[in-house]
């Protein structure tokens, strides 16, 4: 069946740090991919997504490529800010029928000034 | 406009009560989808209605659970009785047609004493 591996937190890296955070798949036919992240006291928020291989997500200075070859969703940042401390969840979506999401377990970041 | 609203933002009840949790989707969304993070472990979807039909609801763990959607415009989702078990933090989504279009709510963290 379908499967999100996201790499184990905590994180905790000091502001302007690089971060990288894996997020591997298994999926039968072509999902799309998220990843969503989970600010302290809120929901669940897209932060961005790739609907096909070789697709480059990008916002608030995070990326993320889809990588069949690798089965593979990396979210990376350049340069982290203290406010980028919350919980990222890596995700794919199936087609057809309910478009359910299939989530990973999620990797608590927290920045320090 | 508003976003997807869950009351109780957090329950507190003891094993064998009954607990109903609500969801108010985006108004116009036929597509309201629930999930639930059991502590330390992956977002897992539930069931997703379409309008007030359910789509999907091959996630529902056992018969304890009930959602419902009267109407097509809210929906509740109750355990009876509650289980140590079920304890952790229950999410609402909803979307217009696609799943890129999925808003979730701030959640319901559910205690079960």
């Known amino acids: 069946g379908n499967s999100v591996t996201q790499m184990e937190g905590p994180v905790t890296l000091s502001e302007e740090a690089f971060l990288t955070i894996n997020c591997t798949y298994t999926?039968?036919?072509?999902?799309?991919l998220f990843w969503y992240v989970q600010y302290p006291g809120e929901g669940l928020q897209l932060l961005l997504k790739?609907?096909?291989?070789?697709d480059k997500g990008s916002n608030k200075g995070f990326e993320a490529t889809y990588r069949k070859e690798t089965t593979s969703f990396h979210l990376e940042k350049g340069s982290v800010q203290v406010s980028d401390s919350a919980v990222y969840f890596c995700?794919?979506?199936?087609?057809?029928?309910?478009?359910?999401?299939?989530f990973g377990k999620g990797t608590k970041l927290t920045v320090n000034p | 406009e508003a976003g997807v609203t869950q009351f109780p933002s957090h329950s507190v009840i003891e094993k064998g009560q009954t607990v109903t949790l609500r969801c108010d989707p985006i108004?116009?969304?036929?597509?309201l989808y629930w999930y639930r993070r059991v502590m330390g472990k992956e977002i897992k979807f539930l069931l997703h209605?379409?309008?007030?039909?359910?789509?999907?609801e091959s996630g529902m763990p056992n018969n304890r659970f009930l959602a419902e959607r009267t109407g097509g415009t809210y929906s509740t989702l109750k355990v009876q009785p509650a289980e140590l078990e079920d304890s952790g933090v229950y999410f609402c989504?909803?979307?217009?047609?696609?799943?890129?279009?999925?808003?979730f709510g701030s959640g319901t963290r559910l205690t079960v004493v």
């Open positions: 989504a909803s979307s217009q047609v696609t799943i890129y279009g999925y808003t």
């Open positions: 999926a039968t036919g072509y999902p799309s």
């Open positions: 790739a609907t096909k291989a070789d």
């Open positions: 995700a794919l979506g199936t087609q057809g029928g309910s478009e359910k999401l299939v």
């Open positions: 108004s116009g969304h036929d597509n």
């Open positions: 209605f379409v309008k007030e039909s359910k789509q999907d």
